[in-house]
């Protein structure tokens, strides 16, 4: 049985991947809980994942996998890692990552400040070292970086990965779970290839127990202009199978961006494309929003409420569950939303003044 948490962070993300197999796949880290308010019912982050990894008797991750460089997905990971480029950043007490997983936008873009700087300093050094990172885009997009540092674009392919191919390293036959890669793409023309490296990662994730597939979108920062493209070019490819989903992260704190330009007065009717997206959800399927809580007032921000119904009118169309982080299991005390993978598909544990139960989310069986 596998296991996914979604930590309670308002609007912030932070996912956790526990395999069955032991190995820890962590999507995003922003710890912006403030210590000093004790209003903030958002979780210590640094603190339950320290908790979880001391359970398990570990220090590192896996993988850990930055969406992008935006503050609300690295707040605090500098205090939380040891990074290999500075000795700064190094100590017994900060959790290891084996393998370093980002977008080629964080390492060739200038102009970062802060946590983004100091991240794009670690994905550098270990580009350039050759080993504990996987970067994401077209190769020849980081061809001139390599070569302002020395590095031959041949001696460092095998560290690349390009939408439309499976994450190496992770397998069904080994992990009970394969990655394939939606974003970063380069969208081709009848006169030139486009980069589209502005998005951030999105991966579809196949768990597979007993022979069942259970499938999720795993969704950063993004806009309907980039997920219609991500529709229309997997349907082009005939792998309408990469759209289909049992969960679905919702993109960018339940903003209506996600969905349209529009943002409707009572609900978002989403593009076409979007719209299609949607109703690829199995039965029984959940959706998670990592945001704020979602209330009837319309706001700048997100979330956005009218977003938040039409994915809420996505998940009641096949009988699932649509989710806030800040909520969930209530706005008074919200914890980690947790979803165990097992042979009956997704199942969403809920506590009942005691330790988690099974409550929902079951779908019927899929077979791989």
């Given amino acids: ?88 950043y190094q100590g017994d007490e900060r959790i290891r990552i084996d393998e370093l997983w980002v977008p080629a936008s964080v390492i060739i873009e200038e102009g970062a400040e802060d946590e983004a700087k100091i991240l794009r300093a670690e994905a550098r050094y270990r580009l350039k070292q050759g080993e504990g990172i996987r970067v994401f885009s077209r190769p020849e997009r980081l061809a001139k970086w390599l070569e302002t540092s020395g590095i031959k674009l041949e001696d460092r392919r095998h560290l690349i990965t390009d939408a439309g191919q499976l994450v190496p390293g992770i397998s069904i036959k080994s992990d009970g779970l394969e990655l394939f890669v939606h974003s970063p793409y380069a969208k081709r023309s009848e006169e030139s290839i486009e980069d589209r490296n502005e998005g951030a990662l999105i991966f579809h994730a196949t768990f597979v127990v007993d022979g069942v597939d259970t499938r999720m979108f795993i969704i950063g920062d993004t806009i309907h202009e980039i997920l219609s493209e991500v529709v229309s070019i997997t349907k082009a490819k005939k792998r309408e199978e990469r759209l289909q989903w049992d969960i679905f992260d919702i993109p960018h704190h339940c903003s209506y961006l996600a969905l349209s330009s529009e943002k409707g007065k009572k609900i978002t009717m989403p593009v076409p494309d979007v719209k299609w997206l949607l109703d690829q959800g199995n039965d029984r399927c959940l ?3 990592s945001s704020k809580i979602i209330t009837n007032e319309d706001t700048t921000q997100p979330p956005h409420m009218q977003a938040a119904e039409c994915y809420r009118t996505a998940a009641n169309s096949s009988e699932g569950e649509f989710i806030v982080t800040m909520e969930h299991p209530n706005t008074s005390n919200p914890e980690p939303i947790v979803i165990t993978i097992g042979k009956e598909g997704p199942t969403l544990l809920k506590r009942q003044h005691g330790p988690y139960i099974i409550a929902s989310g079951q779908s019927a069986p899929r077979a791989g």
């Fill in 1 to 88: 049985m596998h296991t996914i948490t979604f930590y309670p962070l308002g609007n912030a993300d932070t996912c956790l991947f526990e395999l069955a197999n032991g190995k820890l796949l962590l999507f995003d880290y922003a710890d912006v809980r403030d210590p000093k308010d004790k209003e903030d019912k958002r979780i210590d982050l640094h603190a339950s994942l320290k908790e979880k990894l001391q359970a398990l008797d570990r220090s590192n991750m896996d993988v850990v996998a930055f969406t992008h460089a935006d503050d609300d997905h690295i707040h605090a990971m500098s205090e939380f890692f040891y990074l290999e480029h500075a000795k700064k």
């Fill in 287 to 289: 959706m998670i929003s």
